[in-house]
């Protein structure tokens, strides 16, 4: 069974910005997905820029071999990303959304900033779900 969400904790400088009252103007995780994106562009995926969404956090794509995956990157407590296969499948060998979960799941697992790295799927653990350690 996939699990295409993951949880985890980052190690990057809070890039949150804040006005004067202290609430927030641009929610934390840019410099997180950017690190996600180079990471899978060192996997030869095509990676556009990631986008500010608001509190939703941060989207972008990663496309390879004709197929494109969608990536939401948002600031709970901890780091919670979610993915989704936007691949229309007209030809079979083009490569799978598995092996894109492996390649996302290798590039966090490389990087030391990453740590406590949880995969579920539909549901988050804390609302009756279930942590896995791999995305399959």
């Known amino acids: 069974m996939v699990k295409p969400s993951v949880e985890f904790l980052a190690q990057f400088p809070d890039d949150a910005l804040y006005d004067e009252d202290g609430d927030e103007l641009q929610f ?25 969404c608001a509190e939703l956090g941060w989207e972008f794509d990663a496309q390879r071999g004709g197929c494109r995956f969608w990536i939401r990157l ?28 492996q390649d996302l799941a290798s590039a966090l ?10 995969w579920f799927r539909d549901v988050m653990p804390s609302d009756g779900g279930e942590w896995s350690a791999g995305p399959v």
């Open 28 to 52: 934390a995780g840019q410099n997180v997905a950017e690190a996600i994106a180079a990471a899978l562009t060192k996997r030869s995926y095509v990676v556009s820029e990631p986008e500010n």
């Open 74 to 101: 948002t600031k709970i407590e901890e780091f919670v990303l979610g993915t989704r296969d936007m691949t229309f499948r007209l030809w079979p060998r083009r490569p799978t959304y598995v092996e894109f979960l």
């Open 109 to 118: 697992a490389d990087d030391i900033r990453f740590s406590q790295v949880k």
